[in-house]
Structures are given as structure tokens and as C-alpha cells.
């Protein structure tokens, strides 16, 4: 089993996002990834609608200290975890 490079929370009930992104790492691997290849160190990056972090999170670590992410999430009670995440 491989390690995962990042840890997160979630709803404790949530089955569909949050329960990917704390078995995967993200919430889709391969669009992940995709997202990733757009991103180059120093880019901003906006993610709206961002949940948990699941892409938030792996898109911060590729543009690096020198990039910002913006992370919005309307959702107080998800957004609190996302805060989480990026903590």
C-alpha cells in the first residue's frame, strides 16, 4: 500500500469526496494530475467550489511557496475542514 502524501479531514459521514480524498490523497487522482500539468512553480491558482482541499492541497505543493491558491468553499462546515487541510 502506498503512503499517502497528504493527510486529510472530513466529514465523519461524508461517502462520496471526503472519503476519497482521505483513501486517495484527492478526489480524482487522474484529474489531479491533469490539473497539475497546467501548473508551474509561481502560478496562481484559483479553486472554486474546493471542499475539502482534495485539489487544493496537491495544487499548493506544485506551485510552491513562490504561487499562491485561492480556495473558495460556501459551505461553513466544509469550508472549516478545507481550513483544516491547508493548515
Given amino acids: 500500500l502506498a503512503e499517502m502524501p497528504h493527510y486529510f479531514v472530513a466529514p465523519a459521514f461524508d ?6 480524498v482521505r483513501q486517495l ?3 480524482d487522482l487522474g484529474q489531479s494530475y491533469a490539473l497539475q500539468t497546467l501548473c508551474r512553480s509561481g502560478d496562481v491558482v484559483i479553486d472554486v467550489g474546493a471542499n475539502v482541499g482534495g485539489f487544493t492541497v496537491p495544487l499548493a505543493e506544485r ?3 513562490e504561487g499562491e491558491v485561492h480556495a473558495f468553499e460556501p459551505f461553513r462546515k466544509v469550508f472549516q475542514h478545507l481550513n483544516a487541510n491547508v493548515a
Avoid: H, M, Q
Avoid at 15 to 20: L, Q, R, W, Y
Fill in 15 to 20: 461517502i462520496n469526496v471526503g472519503n476519497a
Fill in 25 to 27: 490523497g484527492t478526489f
Fill in 63 to 65: 506551485v510552491g511557496p
